[in-house]
C-alpha cells in the first residue's frame, strides 16, 4: 500500500457518503410533493442552481481553484477514519467468515438480528455507505447465510438472520471451483 492510499480511500468513501446523502435527499424533496406539477417545480428549483453553478464555471474556471479544495474538505470530513489495526487483533481472512463473526457479535444472546440493524452498524463503521438493506441481503445469500423474510425481533417482523443460520452456515465453494461447462452453446 503507498503511502497516498488511505488517504485517497478516504476521498472516495467521503464522495460516496455525501453523494448519496444529497442526491437521496433531492429525491426525496422532490417526491414529497402531493402533486406532478409540484415534483415539476422541485425539480426545476434544484436544476437551476445547477445551471447557475455550471455557467458560472465556465465563464470564469479559475474558481474550480477554490471549489476543489473545498470540494475535498467536505468529503474528507464526512468519511469515518480507517480503522486502526490493533497488532493483537486479527480480522478473518475469508469473508464469509468475517460476516459470520460480525453476525454473531451482532445477533449477542437475541434469536437474531434485523439486515436493518446489520446495516446501520456498516454504516456507522463506514463500511458500505451507499448498501441499502437489499444489497446487504443478497450478499448474505450469496455467502450461503440464509435470510428469513419474516425474523419477529421486538414485536416487528422484517427480514433478519436466525442465530441458528449463523451458527449452522455452510461454507461456500471456493471461488477457483466451476461446475462442468455446459454443452450449450
Do not use: F, N
Not at 7 to 15: D, I, Q, S, T, V
Not at 108 to 127: C, K, W
Amino acid at each position: 500500500m503507498t503511502r497516498l492510499q488511505p488517504a485517497a480511500e478516504r476521498l472516495c468513501r467521503g464522495a460516496a457518503i455525501v453523494l448519496t446523502r444529497y442526491t437521496s435527499g433531492a429525491a426525496g424533496w422532490v417526491r414529497a410533493s402531493d402533486s406532478p406539477g409540484g415534483r415539476a417545480l422541485r425539480a426545476a428549483l434544484l436544476a437551476l442552481p445547477a445551471l447557475l453553478a455550471w455557467r458560472i464555471v465556465r465563464a470564469a474556471p479559475a474558481l474550480l481553484w477554490l471549489a476543489v479544495p473545498w470540494w475535498c474538505w467536505v468529503i474528507w470530513r464526512a468519511a469515518p477514519k480507517a480503522p486502526e489495526g490493533t497488532p493483537g487483533e486479527t480480522a478473518p481472512s475469508d469473508p464469509a467468515e468475517a460476516v459470520r463473526v460480525l453476525l454473531r457479535e451482532l445477533i449477542g444472546d437475541a434469536p437474531g438480528v434485523h439486515l436493518s440493524t446489520v446495516l446501520a452498524h456498516l454504516h456507522e463503521q463506514g463500511h458500505h455507505p451507499t448498501w441499502r438493506v437489499a444489497d446487504l441481503r443478497r450478499h448474505i445469500e450469496a455467502l450461503g447465510i440464509p435470510v428469513d423474510p419474516k425474523l419477529k425481533l421486538a414485536g416487528i417482523p422484517t427480514r433478519g438472520v436466525r442465530r441458528e443460520a449463523v451458527m449452522a452456515a455452510p461454507r461456500p465453494e471456493p471461488v477457483g471451483t466451476a461446475p462442468a461447462p455446459s454443452p450449450a452453446v
